[in-house]
């Protein structure tokens, strides 16, 4: 067994914590620059609320952008399923946003903000997409809030968009209204 001297534990403890602080410190840092200066976008979705006994109460976001009849989308390359894909978006009626291409890889001179999603299938001439922002964690009233919201109007999601399709929840729509913004600290 390697034995260390009461010299080198204290450095090595602090370096490790120091390391961990880092570590986490730069997560936060990377989500908030995210919501400070991603591309803000409005999608519209329909959600249950559900519950985790560890993390709490959450909304599963159902982006209606989840299936994309090919016909409504120009695909660039051969997706594959399982793959990422990045869905480009323009402005729709309304506020919300509408995919206008689907690309097979990234690309780099996109027209408009990119979401990054997962290619789960392809079925009945329709895209079936996941994207990584399907949970939105709220305390408990809040989420009952949100679920008459969502008996009541139309529901959307405000996310921020990185250029590389990475996306974050910035906030909750009604009926066109914003409800809910994420705060960045």
């Known amino acids: 067994m390697i034995r260390l001297s009461r010299k080198l534990i204290l450095p090595a403890a602090l370096l490790a914590a120091l390391v961990q602080t880092a570590a986490v410190g730069n997560m936060v840092v990377e989500r908030n620059t995210l919501l400070r200066n991603g591309q803000e976008v409005r999608l519209e979705t329909g959600f249950i609320d559900p519950r985790d006994i560890f993390r709490g109460h959450y ?3 159902r982006l209606e952008i989840s299936q994309i009849p090919h016909d409504s989308v120009e695909t660039l390359g051969e997706p594959v ?3 990422p894909v990045w869905i480009e978006l323009a402005p729709g009626e309304g506020d919300f946003w509408q995919p206008t291409r689907l690309h097979a890889t990234r690309p780099d001179t996109p027209g408009g903000p990119l979401l990054r ?3 789960s299938g392809d079925y009945s001439g329709a895209y079936v ?4 922002v399907n949970r939105y964690f709220a305390p ?9 919201f969502r008996r009541d109007d ?10 590389d399709g990475t996306a974050a929840i910035k906030g909750l729509t009604v009926a066109g209204e914003t409800v809910y913004v994420e705060p960045l600290y």
């Open 117 to 119: 999603g997962d290619l």
């Open 129 to 132: 997409l996941r994207y990584p």
């Open 154 to 163: 139309k529901l959307g999601v405000i996310l921020a968009l990185a250029p």
């Open 81 to 83: 399923t399982g793959q």
């Open 140 to 148: 408990k009233l809040r989420a009952k809030e949100l679920e008459q």
């Open 59 to 61: 909304v599963t976001l």
